[in-house]
């Protein structure tokens, strides 16, 4: 599997959160839901709006393995001004620490995304001599300005 390293400093995530159940593959379910009715109700819209180059993201938080549960956010790099989105309910923040990536970068459909992840864990990560850093996931989504649409993504494991 091809994988680039990646340093960054930490910065502010801002989005709609949902929790999941990670039960019997469940989130693969749940979160493809979520983000169609992010889609649907125009907050996609408005936070690819006010993206950063990071893109609009989905951020992995708190997993919980012992209640098989993930907080999950379809987020993007706040922006440095306040009340960007007054008409957006229920906003989240959330701090990302100062990190190491493991970048996978994919171009081609979005549904390929279940997929790539159970590579890194079930291939990837035992081949390497990476360990996961236990802070948030990050699924980076570039969208194609001209046609509104998801034209790439990358997986952001952070590791140590």
Known sequence: MKYTIKERPGFAVIGRKISVST????????????WQQVMDDGSFEQLAEE??????????????????????LIAIE??????????????VEAEIPDSSWAVFSEEGP?????SLYQQIYSEWFPAVDFEHAGTPELEIYHV???T?????FEIWIPVR
Do not use: C, W
Not at 51 to 72: C, K, Q, R
Not at 110 to 114: D, L, T
């Open 23 to 34: 039960r019997n593959g469940n989130q693969f379910q749940e979160i493809p839901e979520f």
């Open 51 to 72: 993206m950063s180059e990071l893109g609009v993201m989905g951020v992995t938080l708190d997993y919980n393995e012992e209640a098989e549960l993930i907080d999950y």
């Open 78 to 91: 706040k922006p440095a001004k306040d009340n960007v989105f007054p008409d957006l309910p229920e906003l």
């Open 110 to 114: 979005v549904s390929r995304i279940a």
């Open 144 to 146: 194609d300005h001209s």
């Open 148 to 152: 509104g649409e998801i034209s790439s």
